[in-house]
């Protein structure tokens, strides 16, 4: 079983930038794809970026794409999630999502975080 715990959420402005990182424990990082996911007030949760094991094949929701970049540290057991040019539509509580796999689809994460609340202002 993994242990993960976000942070780095908080309040920005319409245009800012924020960078989310995920501490992972309890199963050998490096082995299994990670990913990102969110979800706003009133909606179900969605897929933002995933990474592969060796941290290739970096994928990304349309909405999302160009502007955010997901990258991991093996070494330090820590997923990242950098956000820039935010909108006020990229509020959200943003989770961290591990796998069983080395390489997974949008349907392949099982473990989650607690999440972090990042609220875009306009």
């Known amino acids: 079983q993994v242990q993960l715990v976000e942070s780095g959420g908080g309040l920005v402005q319409a245009g800012g930038s924020l960078r989310l990182s995920c501490a992972a424990s309890g199963r050998t990082f490096s082995s299994y794809a990670m990913g990102w996911f969110r979800q706003a007030p009133g909606k179900e949760r969605e897929f933002v970026a995933s990474?592969?094991?060796?941290?290739?094949?970096?994928t990304y929701a349309v909405a999302v794409k160009g502007r955010f970049t997901i990258s991991r540290d093996n070494a330090k057991n820590t997923l990242y999630l950098q956000m820039n040019s935010l909108k006020p539509e990229d509020t959200a509580v943003y989770y961290c999502a591990a796998s069983a796999l080395r390489y997974a689809s949008t349907s392949d994460f099982i473990s989650w975080g607690q999440g972090t609340q990042v609220t875009v202002s306009s």
């Open positions: 990474i592969s094991w060796i941290g290739s094949v970096p």
